[in-house]
C-alpha cells in the first residue's frame, strides 16, 4: 500500500525534569546548559539519537533549539556545543525504579546532575540531583504500532482489550492517548478508559496502569510497576505486560501521528461513501469505516486529500466525476476547502467546486456555492482533545474558571457535535463559552457552539459565535479576540 505520508513516524522529543522540577536547558549564549525553566519550551526540548558506533549502548541527546550534543568532559564540564558527536557526547541511560532516568557519561563513569546554572557530570553515585523525569514534547495522541507484528494498537469494545490486529488505524478506537501522570505514562484509550498491565481496562490511573518510557533504536518500550514490559500477546495480540524484563522487538512500538479522520454529510442529509463502489456518492444512512475518509493538509498548498478506507484517495475524474481509485497523491487529489460557517464547500483541481448530483453522486462541476455544493464535515477521531498553541498546551487555570495556553502539562477536554458545530467540555463536566471581553471560560452549564476550521496540516483553528477566532498571546490566556486564522489561532490537536 502506497504511504504518500499516510504513516509518519513522530520523532521522539522530550524535556528532562530535575528533581527541582526544573527542565534542562540549552542556551545560545556559550552553548551553555542549565536547569533554571520551570516550563517546556523549545529551548528545553531534546532528541534522542543512537550512538552510531555498532553495538554500542550509549546514545546521544541532542538540542532540538540548537542542533548541538550534549557533552560532558573528564573534569566533569557539561555543554552542549558539539555540531558533531564526539566521545563524551555518549551516555548510558539507566532507568530507575521509580521510573527516572540517571545519564552516566560513557566513557567517563560519573553521572549528570545538579540544579540552576551548577550542572555538571562529576558524581560517581547517584543521588536525587541526578535523576531526571522525561516528559515528552510531542502531541500526545498518536497510534500505537507494534514493530514485531506491524499491526495498530486499538481498543476492541466486545473483548474489553487493546489489541495490537489492526491493518490500519482506522477509526476512532485506534486514537491513543498518552497521559503524564506522577513521572509515568499511562494509555487512555478514546473512552476515556487506562490500559493496565495485565490487560484489563480502568477507569483511574491506578499504579499498574502507570508505566515508565524506555527508548530502543529509536523505538517506544512501555515498563510497568513490576518491571515487565507491554507487548501484545497471543494470536489475538492483545496488549498486556508480558514475563520479559528487557525490551526485545515484541516490546517496540512506534508512535504514529493520528491525522484527522472525518466523515461528510451532502444536502440530502446523506453521508458521503464509496460503500458501493469506486464513485463517491453522498447514499448512505450511518457513518462506518466506508463513510470515513482520513483528511491530510499540504503544508504548502493547503489544500487536503481524503483518503478512503478501501485504499484509494478521492480523485477527479473525466467529466468532473469523484472516484476513490488513485493509489499516488497528485493535482486531481487535492481539494481546496472553503469555510461557511457551519458548513464546508471542496473546490477540485479544475477549479470548479464539488457538488451533490440528484442520483447522490459527488462531481467537481458548479461555478457556485450553493446548497448542494455544501458539506457538514465531522471530525470522528477526536471525542477527547488536547490542544497545543505556540506558547504551550491549553490547561484550566489553578483556582479559575479561565484556561492557560502556555502549560507544559495539558488537559484532556470532551468533544460533542451538533450541526456542524463542535462544543467542548473541561473538568467537571462545565462546557466552554466565551465571557466578558472575550475570555474563554469552562464552567458553563450550557453548550456554546464553536465551529473548527482545519486549516494547516496538523492544526485548526477554532471560531467562536462572535465570528472571532480563539488565541492564545502573552497574558498566557484563551481568549475569543482574533479577527484571522493564524499564528496564535492555530492550535495543534
Same mark, same amino acid.
Given at each position: 500500500?502506497?504511504?504518500?505520508?499516510?504513516?509518519?513516524?513522530?520523532?521522539?522529543?522530550?524535556?528532562?525534569?530535575?528533581?527541582?522540577?526544573?527542565?534542562?536547558?540549552?542556551?545560545?549564549?556559550?552553548?551553555?546548559?542549565?536547569?533554571?525553566?520551570?516550563?517546556?519550551?523549545?529551548?528545553?526540548?531534546?532528541?534522542?539519537?543512537?550512538?552510531?558506533?555498532?553495538?554500542?549502548?550509549?546514545?546521544?541527546?541532542?538540542?532540538?533549539?540548537?542542533?548541538?550534543?550534549?557533552?560532558?568532559?573528564?573534569?566533569?564540564?557539561?555543554?552542549?556545543?558539539?555540531?558533531?558527536?564526539?566521545?563524551?557526547?555518549?551516555?548510558?541511560?539507566?532507568?530507575?525504579?521509580?521510573?527516572?532516568?540517571?545519564?552516566?557519561?560513557?566513557?567517563?563513569?560519573?553521572?549528570?546532575?545538579?540544579?540552576?546554572?551548577?550542572?555538571?557530570?562529576?558524581?560517581?553515585?547517584?543521588?536525587?540531583?541526578?535523576?531526571?523525569?522525561?516528559?515528552?514534547?510531542?502531541?500526545?495522541?498518536?497510534?500505537?504500532?507494534?514493530?514485531?507484528?506491524?499491526?495498530?494498537?486499538?481498543?476492541?469494545?466486545?473483548?474489553?482489550?487493546?489489541?495490537?490486529?489492526?491493518?490500519?488505524?482506522?477509526?476512532?478506537? /485506534?486514537?491513543? @492517548? #498518552?497521559? &503524564?501522570?506522577?513521572?509515568?505514562?499511562?494509555? !487512555?484509550?478514546? $473512552?476515556? *478508559? %487506562? +490500559?493496565?498491565?495485565?490487560?484489563?481496562?480502568?477507569?483511574?490511573?491506578?499504579?499498574? /496502569?502507570?508505566? @515508565? #518510557?524506555? &527508548?530502543?533504536?529509536?523505538?517506544?518500550?512501555? !515498563?510497568?510497576? $513490576?518491571? *515487565? %514490559? +507491554?507487548?501484545?500477546?497471543?494470536?489475538?495480540?492483545?496488549?498486556?505486560?508480558?514475563?520479559?524484563?528487557?525490551?526485545?522487538?515484541?516490546?517496540?512500538?512506534?508512535?504514529?501521528?493520528?491525522?484527522?479522520?472525518?466523515?461528510?454529510?451532502?444536502?440530502?442529509?446523506?453521508?458521503?461513501?464509496?460503500?458501493?463502489?469506486?464513485?463517491?456518492?453522498?447514499?448512505?444512512?450511518?457513518?462506518?469505516?466506508?463513510?470515513?475518509?482520513?483528511?491530510?493538509?499540504?503544508?504548502?498548498?493547503?489544500?487536503?486529500?481524503?483518503?478512503?478506507?478501501?485504499?484509494?484517495?478521492?480523485?477527479?475524474?473525466?467529466?468532473?466525476?469523484?472516484?476513490?481509485?488513485?493509489?499516488?497523491?497528485?493535482?486531481?487529489?487535492?481539494?481546496?476547502?472553503?469555510?461557511?460557517?457551519?458548513?464546508?464547500?471542496?473546490?477540485?483541481?479544475?477549479?470548479?467546486?464539488?457538488?451533490?448530483?440528484?442520483?447522490?453522486?459527488?462531481?467537481?462541476?458548479?461555478?457556485?456555492?450553493?446548497?448542494?455544493?455544501?458539506?457538514?464535515?465531522?471530525?470522528?477521531?477526536?471525542?477527547?482533545?488536547?490542544?497545543?498553541?505556540?506558547?504551550?498546551?491549553?490547561?484550566?487555570?489553578?483556582?479559575?474558571?479561565?484556561?492557560?495556553?502556555?502549560?507544559?502539562?495539558?488537559?484532556?477536554?470532551?468533544?460533542?457535535?451538533?450541526?456542524?458545530?463542535?462544543?467542548?467540555?473541561?473538568?467537571?463536566?462545565?462546557?466552554?463559552?466565551?465571557?466578558?471581553?472575550?475570555?474563554?471560560?469552562?464552567?458553563?452549564?450550557?453548550?456554546?457552539?464553536?465551529?473548527?476550521?482545519?486549516?494547516?496540516?496538523?492544526?485548526?483553528?477554532?471560531?467562536?459565535?462572535?465570528?472571532?477566532?480563539?488565541?492564545?498571546?502573552?497574558?498566557?490566556?484563551?481568549?475569543?479576540?482574533?479577527?484571522?486564522?493564524?499564528?496564535?489561532?492555530?492550535?495543534?490537536?
Amino acid at each position: 500500500m502506497p504511504t504518500n505520508g499516510l504513516h509518519q513516524v513522530l520523532k521522539i522529543q522530550f524535556g528532562l525534569v530535575n528533581d527541582a522540577n526544573r527542565y534542562l536547558t540549552a542556551e545560545s549564549f556559550g552553548f551553555k546548559v542549565n536547569a533554571s525553566a520551570c516550563s517546556l519550551k523549545r529551548k528545553q526540548t531534546w532528541v534522542l539519537e543512537p550512538d552510531p558506533g555498532q553495538g554500542s549502548a550509549a546514545v546521544l541527546f541532542r538540542s532540538s533549539h540548537l542542533g548541538r550534543y550534549l557533552s560532558a568532559e573528564e573534569d566533569g564540564r557539561v555543554a552542549c556545543e558539539r555540531d558533531r558527536p564526539g566521545r563524551d557526547c555518549r551516555f548510558l541511560v539507566l532507568p530507575q525504579p521509580d521510573g527516572r532516568w540517571a545519564l552516566q557519561s560513557e566513557p567517563h563513569g560519573r553521572f549528570f546532575g545538579g540544579t540552576e546554572d551548577r550542572l555538571s557530570c562529576f558524581a560517581t553515585a547517584i543521588s536525587s540531583a541526578e535523576l531526571w523525569t522525561v516528559h515528552l514534547a510531542i502531541h500526545p495522541q498518536a497510534h500505537l504500532l507494534s514493530v514485531s507484528r506491524r499491526r495498530y494498537v486499538h481498543l476492541c469494545l466486545q473483548e474489553d482489550e487493546m489489541a495490537a490486529d489492526g491493518d490500519m488505524p482506522w477509526g476512532v478506537d /485506534a486514537l491513543l @492517548t #498518552l497521559i &503524564f501522570q506522577s513521572r509515568r505514562y499511562c494509555l !487512555k484509550s478514546y $473512552d476515556s *478508559r %487506562y +490500559l493496565r498491565s495485565d490487560g484489563h481496562l480502568v477507569w483511574e490511573p491506578e499504579a499498574r /496502569a502507570c508505566y @515508565t #518510557l524506555e &527508548f530502543k533504536a529509536g523505538k517506544l518500550a512501555f !515498563k510497568d510497576c $513490576d518491571g *515487565r %514490559y +507491554l507487548a501484545p500477546v497471543g494470536p489475538a495480540g492483545t496488549l498486556k505486560a508480558g514475563r520479559n524484563t528487557r525490551p526485545g522487538k515484541d516490546e517496540l512500538f512506534d508512535l504514529e501521528q493520528s491525522h484527522p479522520q472525518v466523515v461528510l454529510v451532502a444536502a440530502n442529509h446523506r453521508y458521503v461513501s464509496v460503500r458501493q463502489g469506486i464513485n463517491v456518492s453522498a447514499n448512505q444512512d450511518e457513518e462506518l469505516d466506508h463513510e470515513t475518509f482520513l483528511m491530510q493538509i499540504d503544508q504548502e498548498t493547503k489544500t487536503c486529500t481524503f483518503y478512503s478506507s478501501t485504499g484509494g484517495y478521492w480523485a477527479l475524474v473525466t467529466h468532473g466525476g469523484i472516484q476513490a481509485t488513485a493509489t499516488q497523491v497528485s493535482a486531481n487529489t487535492m481539494f481546496e476547502m472553503e469555510w461557511h460557517g457551519r458548513r464546508v464547500a471542496l473546490k477540485a483541481s479544475n477549479g470548479r467546486y464539488v457538488c451533490m448530483k440528484k442520483n447522490g453522486q459527488l462531481a467537481a462541476i458548479s461555478d457556485f456555492v450553493g446548497e448542494d455544493e455544501l458539506f457538514i464535515l465531522k471530525l470522528i477521531n477526536r471525542p477527547i482533545l488536547v490542544l497545543r498553541g505556540q506558547d504551550g498546551f491549553v490547561c484550566h487555570r489553578r483556582g479559575s474558571n479561565q484556561l492557560d495556553t502556555n502549560r507544559s502539562t495539558y488537559d484532556v477536554f470532551h468533544l460533542s457535535f451538533r450541526d456542524g458545530a463542535y462544543q467542548i467540555r473541561g473538568r467537571g463536566a462545565g462546557f466552554w463559552y466565551v465571557g466578558s471581553h472575550g475570555s474563554v471560560c469552562s464552567d458553563g452549564d450550557l453548550a456554546e457552539d464553536f465551529l473548527f476550521e482545519f486549516r494547516e496540516r496538523g492544526r485548526l483553528a477554532i471560531r467562536a459565535l462572535s465570528g472571532k477566532y480563539l488565541r492564545g498571546g502573552a497574558s498566557g490566556l484563551l481568549r475569543a479576540d482574533a479577527d484571522l486564522p493564524v499564528g496564535e489561532a492555530l492550535w495543534e490537536y
